[in-house]
């Protein structure tokens, strides 16, 4: 056995994995880790497996996989860009050109749909041009009969009630000023209400820091999906929970007292994040198995 293979035992070991509970969590087959622990590159598919199994493998059990490259790289073999096999290349490409077919395809539908929308609009203000037109036609005649019987001044009962009614209008234009001022002041305060904020502000490696925002409750969820292990901080360094979670197992805890979230996620794939019911999504691909998650928590002034 290698010295990169007794280590890796050591930290596989440590966490209290069994090769079939590393199996599960990297998805690499029993033979291959075996061999990786005992230093038999020979047995695996290629030079290209051989790195990305050992940096899955280190992933896995909290070692990081720089650091491990860099002091045991004699034993490591290296490849070339042109070693990579040919079947991910392949996937790649296929994938690109997918990708693009696909949003020609999604912009093509809403492209005839705003073209329908904009010929409906035209056609509509047409209709209503030549319906005001003509209103407007028999206005003006309508306007000119009026105006030839109401020449003669009104009598001064008609003038007193002319003058009280528009006494009493300006009674209501007055109080529907000051309701619609009550409106939009309401309105003003309900837009000025931020809602809950959580952002990513920093990801580098396997690292993401995100802030968390203009809420009074801190509600941490942690949802496996699959086999992982996960390990979580309080902001005093106090570990909260450690293990293996198993599929459709879960993990809560109330952090609203609390001013930071550290999480170890061991396989980002199977574990699903949630923050106050919220959905944290993973700025990392989670091709990157280990990943840390770090929530920082800005409480309201009124705490």
Same mark, same amino acid.
Not at 98 to 116: M, R, T
Not at 277 to 287: F, H, Q, V, W
Not at 296 to 303: C, E, F, G, I, K
């Given at each position: ?13 440590? !966490? ?6 590393? $199996? ?12 990786? #622990? ?9 030079? &290209?497996?051989?790195?990305? &199994?050992?940096? $899955? ?5 909290? *070692? ?5 490259? #860099?002091?045991?790289?004699? #034993? ?15 996937? $790649? ?22 073209? &329908? ?6 056609? *509509?203000?047409?209709?209503?041009? +030549? ?7 028999? =206005?003006?005649? =309508? ?15 008609? !003038?007193?009630? #002319? ?86 197992? !879960? $993990?809560?805890?109330?952090? +609203? =007292? ?16 949630l923050v106050n019911?919220? =959905?944290?999504?993973? !700025?990392?691909?989670?091709?990157v198995v280990r ?10 002034? +009124?705490?």
């Open positions: 056995m290698t010295d990169l293979g007794n280590r890796l035992k050591e930290a596989r070991e440590a !966490k209290g994995y069994s090769l079939d509970d590393l $199996q599960r969590i990297t998805k690499i087959q029993k033979r291959y880790l075996i061999g990786i #622990e005992e230093g038999s590159y020979d047995m695996m598919p290629g030079k &290209f497996y051989v790195r990305a &199994f050992i940096k $899955q493998y280190c992933d896995a059990v909290g *070692l990081p996989s720089e650091l491990i490259f #860099e002091e045991h790289k004699d #034993e490591i073999p290296t490849t070339q860009e042109g070693e990579i096999p040919l079947s991910l290349s392949r996937v $790649q490409t296929s994938k690109r050109v997918s990708e693009s077919s696909s949003k020609v395809f999604d912009i093509l539908p809403k492209l005839l749909i705003a073209v &329908f929308v904009i010929g409906a609009l035209i056609a *509509l203000w047409a209709f209503v041009q +030549s319906k005001v037109g003509s209103n407007a036609d028999s =206005s003006d005649s =309508s306007n000119q009969e009026q105006v030839a019987v109401d020449q003669k001044d009104p009598a001064p009962s008609e !003038k007193i009630d #002319e003058e009280k009614s528009s006494e009493d209008n300006n009674d209501e234009d007055e109080k529907s000023e000051d309701k619609q001022a009550e409106d939009d002041s309401s309105g003003e305060s309900k837009d000025q209400k931020e809602e809950q904020s959580l952002e990513a502000t920093n990801s580098s490696g396997y690292k993401t820091t995100y802030e968390l925002k203009n809420t009074d409750k801190f509600q941490l969820e942690l949802l496996a999906k699959g086999d992982t292990w996960v390990k979580v901080f309080n902001s005093k360094d106090e570990v909260l929970f450690e293990g293996l979670l198993k599929d459709k197992d !879960k $993990q809560s805890f109330d952090l +609203s =007292s609390d001013k930071q979230a550290y999480l170890v996620i061991g396989n980002a794939a199977n574990t699903n994040i019911g919220n =959905s944290l999504e993973y !700025k990392i691909a989670t091709d990943q840390d998650i770090i929530i920082n928590y800005t409480q309201p002034a +009124s705490q």
